[in-house]
């Protein structure tokens, strides 16, 4: 039995999609007889409960207020000195004397694992900005970019196995079976997800569906989903409780089939574009962080996404007239429907890596 730790952080700035990503993965190697536990630091609303109500140890390392954790300095959402981090780590990795450990962190780079490294057999990381070194012998970029196959070609050992692109992209399996039960989509739109993941800091989801509201058209069906890291969720649950077609959902474990009914979504970007992406839903993309403006760009280049920008560049007039256009216009989600045929998303397990 192969032991795996895995070495992420969850908080309101980082977000949920670091750990739910581990999540799936550790669910595919757990499924194929693997010991799964977590490393990850007791940051200010964490999602650590997540892991450990789906029955996995979690070492929780004490968040001592250091640094202040800041959304775009990637250094400081450790909540320490990388020194420190990589030492207390090293503590419980002699404890458990792991054959992988799997990192899918901003602030982890080579100077952290080459700490690490004399306490793991194997070292996997999980990355998506391809901005900084690593000392590993796999790596998962599950995202398209331009240039895709050479972007870590100087950022990483030469022995290290690169699964690279969406063909690899971490896909719970919900997402499977809610695709086989597919509604034929005809570009009108009936019903619209609004989702801006686990914790949502500029508040995108009131914003957009302030937006969808300003339609007036009560015909069409609204799902909205927070996540309970959301700090606005009472708000914008008594907004959605006024509105008879509007649905308010917290924390939910059948996202696979709120965009299965879906014709229309809008979200962030991050991983949860591959969701959508597999689930043939088209969607309007505004980004909260920096990081995902190089995918989104893209996606929207190659026609697989409408992107708006920014989320502190679009207001709500903005999306209500995008969403205006798309209505009445069904040849553009019609479009990017056949788009995502050119993707293979998801086709690749990626635990016979590991």
Not at 299 to 322: A, N
Request: contains cysteine; charged residues 30%.
């Amino acid at each position: 039995m192969k032991k795996i730790i895995f070495r992420t952080d969850s908080a309101f700035i980082i977000g949920s999609g670091h750990l739910m990503r581990c999540l799936t993965l550790a669910d595919e190697l757990k499924q194929n007889g693997a010991e799964i536990k977590f490393i990850s630091r007791d940051l200010p609303e964490n999602l650590t409960e997540i892991a450990e109500k789906k029955g996995y140890k979690v070492y929780k390392l004490p968040y001592k207020n250091k640094k202040e954790i800041i959304i775009d300095d990637y250094s400081t959402w450790l909540g320490t000195d990388f020194r420190e981090d990589a030492e207390e780590t090293i503590k419980i990795l002699e404890q458990e004397s792991p054959d992988w450990i799997i990192i899918d962190h901003y602030a982890i780079d080579i100077k952290w694992e080459q700490i690490v490294r004399p306490y793991v057999k194997k070292i996997m990381v999980i990355d998506d900005l391809a901005n900084r070194q690593h000392d590993c012998d796999l790596l998962l970029d599950q995202n398209l970019v331009e240039n895709m196959e050479n972007r870590y070609n100087k950022l990483v050992p030469a022995h290290c196995k690169k699964l690279l692109g969406p063909s690899y992209a971490l896909l719970r399996p919900e997402f499977r079976e809610a695709r086989k039960k597919l509604k034929k989509r005809d570009g009108t739109v009936r019903r619209i997800l609004i989702f801006f993941g686990g914790s949502d800091p500029t508040n995108e989801t009131e914003k957009a569906l302030r937006a969808v509201l300003m339609l007036n058209r009560p015909d069409i069906t609204v799902d909205v989903v927070v996540g309970k890291a959301n700090p606005h969720k009472e708000k914008i649950k008594k907004l959605c409780a006024i509105h008879s077609n509007v649905n308010y959902y917290c924390q939910v474990n059948n996202m696979a089939e709120l965009m299965a009914e879906a014709d229309l979504a809008i979200g962030a970007g991050g991983a949860t574009t591959w969701e959508r992406c597999y689930m043939g839903l088209p969607s309007v993309v505004i980004d909260i962080a920096e990081n995902q403006k190089i995918v989104t760009d893209y996606l929207s280049k190659s026609g697989f996404i409408i992107y708006l920008g920014i989320s502190e560049e679009v207001d709500i007039y903005r999306i209500h007239e995008e969403i205006a256009k798309i209505i009445e216009n069904t040849d553009i989600l019609l479009s990017i429907k056949r788009k995502y045929y050119e993707l293979r998303v998801g086709s690749f397990r990626v635990s016979p890596y590991i």
